[in-house]
C-alpha cells in the first residue's frame, strides 16, 4: 500500500491486522544480523508469541524482542495470533535483564491484539508478569527502541514498548483494547467498531499529536530503510547518557506524557 493512502481510522485497523504486513521475522531478517533465539523463562515453558534473541545491528549487539503472529492458520494457532502468555513476558523480562548486564541495547517490535486473556494465563499470573515487564523496561539502565509495527493493544503491547524511543508505522494502531471490544464496552454493540475508533485515537498521526509516541515511519521499503538509519541515529543519541541518567530520563518520560491525552 502506498505511503500516501490516507485511511480512516477503522480501515486503519485493518490495514494494521492485515496478515500479510511485514512481522517479526521480516525485521530482524532486514535490520539484524546473525540473530541467534533465545527460549524460555525458566520457570514454565517457552511462548513462541513472543520472540526474543541476541543479534547484530550494524556491528552492535543488540537484544531483539517482538511479538509474532501467523501468516496462515496453522500459524495463528501456534502462536496464539500473536496473544502473549505470562510466561512470554517473562521471557522478556530475562532477556532485557540479560542485555542490562552486557551492556546491549533493547530494541522491541509491538504487535499484538492484547495479551491472552484465558483462565490459565491468569491463574500464572498474567497481570503480574505484564507490570513486572513495565517496571523492568522503566529501570533499564541501556538505550530501550520499541516499535509499534501493526496492532498494539492494551497491556500486552505496553509491557515491551515502556521505551526512550516509541514510534509506530504509519497504518499501525496504539490502544487501550481493540475497538470491537471498546464498542462491546461502552454501547453493548460490537458493530459500532468503526465509530469507537473515531472516539479512541488510536492512529500514529493522532497519537503523534498527543506527544503519546515520538515518531512515524513511513510503511514499505521506504520505511524499512528509514527505520533502519533511525535506530542508528536514536542508539548514538542515547548512548550519550550515564545509565542511571537513561532510567531517570525514561522514567520522567513516562511520568509526564501530554496531559491532553487524558481529557479524551
Given at each position: 500500500m502506498s505511503t500516501k493512502t490516507i485511511l480512516s481510522p477503522y480501515e486503519t485497523v485493518q490495514e494494521a491486522r492485515n496478515p500479510k504486513r511485514n512481522g517479526i521475522a521480516e525485521y530482524i531478517g532486514e535490520l539484524f544480523d546473525d540473530f541467534v533465539e533465545l527460549h524460555g523463562d525458566r520457570l514454565f515453558r517457552d511462548d513462541p508469541s513472543l520472540v526474543g534473541g541476541m543479534a547484530s545491528f550494524h556491528g552492535k549487539t543488540v537484544m531483539v524482542i517482538g511479538h509474532r503472529k501467523g501468516k496462515n492458520t496453522k500459524e495463528n494457532i501456534e502462536y496464539n495470533f500473536g496473544m502473549t502468555s505470562p510466561e512470554g513476558?517473562?521471557?522478556?523480562?530475562?532477556?532485557?535483564?540479560?542485555?542490562?548486564?552486557?551492556?546491549?541495547?533493547?530494541?522491541?517490535?509491538?504487535?499484538?491484539?492484547?495479551?491472552?486473556?484465558?483462565?490459565?494465563?491468569?491463574?500464572?499470573?498474567?497481570?503480574?508478569?505484564?507490570?513486572?515487564?513495565?517496571?523492568?523496561?522503566?529501570?533499564?539502565?541501556?538505550?530501550?527502541?520499541?516499535?509499534?509495527?501493526?496492532?498494539?493493544?492494551?497491556?500486552?503491547?505496553?509491557?515491551?514498548?515502556?521505551?526512550?524511543?516509541?514510534?509506530?508505522?504509519?497504518?499501525?494502531?496504539?490502544?487501550?483494547?481493540s475497538p470491537e471490544g471498546f464498542a462491546s464496552i461502552m454501547w453493548k454493540d460490537a458493530s459500532r467498531a468503526p465509530e469507537a475508533c473515531e472516539i479512541m485515537k488510536i492512529t500514529a498521526k493522532e497519537l503523534k499529536e498527543f506527544g503519546l509516541i515520538d515518531d512515524i515511519i513511513p510503511e514499505?521499503?521506504?520505511?524499512?530503510?528509514?527505520?533502519?538509519?533511525?535506530?542508528?541515529?536514536?542508539?548514538?543519541?542515547?548512548?550519550?547518557?550515564?545509565?542511571?541518567?537513561?532510567?531517570?530520563?525514561?522514567?520522567?518520560?513516562?511520568?509526564?506524557?501530554?496531559?491532553?491525552?487524558?481529557?479524551?
Open positions: 513476558y517473562r521471557k522478556g523480562i530475562r532477556l532485557m535483564k540479560m542485555a542490562e548486564k552486557f551492556g546491549w541495547p533493547v530494541i522491541t517490535f509491538v504487535d499484538t491484539p492484547g495479551a491472552y486473556p484465558g483462565l490459565e494465563a491468569e491463574s500464572n499470573g498474567q497481570s503480574n508478569a505484564i507490570a513486572q515487564s513495565i517496571a523492568c523496561m522503566s529501570a533499564l539502565k541501556v538505550p530501550v527502541i520499541s516499535i509499534i509495527t501493526g496492532e498494539g493493544n492494551s497491556g500486552g503491547a505496553l509491557a515491551i514498548a515502556t521505551a526512550d524511543c516509541v514510534w509506530m508505522l504509519e497504518h499501525a494502531i496504539y490502544a487501550i483494547l514499505g521499503d521506504k520505511g524499512m530503510k528509514q527505520l533502519d538509519a533511525m535506530i542508528g541515529k536514536a542508539l548514538k543519541r542515547l548512548e550519550k547518557n550515564t545509565p542511571e541518567q537513561l532510567a531517570l530520563n525514561r522514567y520522567e518520560k513516562f511520568r509526564n506524557l501530554d496531559g491532553r491525552c487524558w481529557s479524551l
